[in-house]
């Protein structure tokens, strides 16, 4: 059924725009080539007093003080309103999540986004069927590079994803690989997609992002052969161990058993960096690192690639 988004309606239909937030007093958007910007002279309140009730009884959501928060997945985007009884003011969040890559080689190229040979480093790296994590903040661009390194995995390869929101689309991509995606909910979670998959035969297991104790089933699905491209959320590529040792809690092994355990485990991450400009958003590749044991099965952190001499570089950082 189509649903008439009014108010909204040119910035929803505008593929250069990749995020609407509304405040309750302004209308925000981050837009490819214009950066982010509010909209001026936006005084339709009213509609989206309006816009925000019928769009929760489309998705059949209940939306009032006692329920305050919608979360919903709709028509290629993720929707999050926050009732006006939490926040004094009507609150949308909205990114677009399109059946679309929006990365390639030659456009990556162009735009600074990586040099070709850290490019093709990652190409070859998945083909090598690496174990990669990409790191950034929100709205940094990881699961659009994920999107873009899936088309280096080989067509006899059976992939499982699996997303609390579907903005992967692998299937809808590449149609010539044997994708299942799985989404997980209140009653199946992270942990128990994950289990779940590994009775599916999969030669890779795509995980939108790594937020919690899922993460140790994670790393026992690598340990078994499985191969793993996911992200998180971090400040940096050096930081990814440390992040992930921080989702498991309660587990038996001592920090340096874990640390050794995840550089055993994940072999590359890779950070990127997002900035909002008048120009326009820019994104690029900021690192990337190896991870690895020594002869002492010691964890060492190899830098491969950073962003500010723009070449390969040679060191270790333990």
Known sequence: MIFDYTVLTPYIHDPQITDINYNGHDLWCDHLKKGRYQVKSFTFHSQMQQLAYRFANHVNQTFNPKTPCVEAQFDGMRWSMIHESITSYLTISIRKTPMIAR?????????????????????????????ILVSGLPGAGKTELIKYLTSSIHPVE??????????????????????????????????????????????????????????????????????????????????????LIHMIPGHDLSYDQMKSLIHDAVDIGVHIESTITSKGIHRRIQEVVSFSLNEHHQPITTTIYAYDDQRLKEGNDV
């Open 103 to 131: 990365l390639s080689q030659k456009q990556m190229i162009k735009e600074h986004y990586a040099p070709n040979h850290v490019i093709e480093f990652l190409n070859q790296a998945v083909k090598e069927r690496k174990n």
């Open 158 to 243: 059976r992939i499982i994803t699996i997303e609390d929101t579907l903005e992967m689309h692998v299937k809808s991509l590449y149609p010539h690989l044997d994708c299942v995606s799985m989404r997980v909910n209140d009653s199946f979670t992270y942990e128990m997609a994950i289990k779940a998959s590994l009775r599916q035969r999969p030669d890779w297991i795509l995980v939108s992002e790594v937020r919690s104790k899922e993460v140790y089933y994670l790393l026992q699905s690598m340990s078994t052969g499985t191969h793993c491209l996911s992200t998180l959320h971090a400040s940096n590529a050096h930081q990814i161990p440390q992040r």
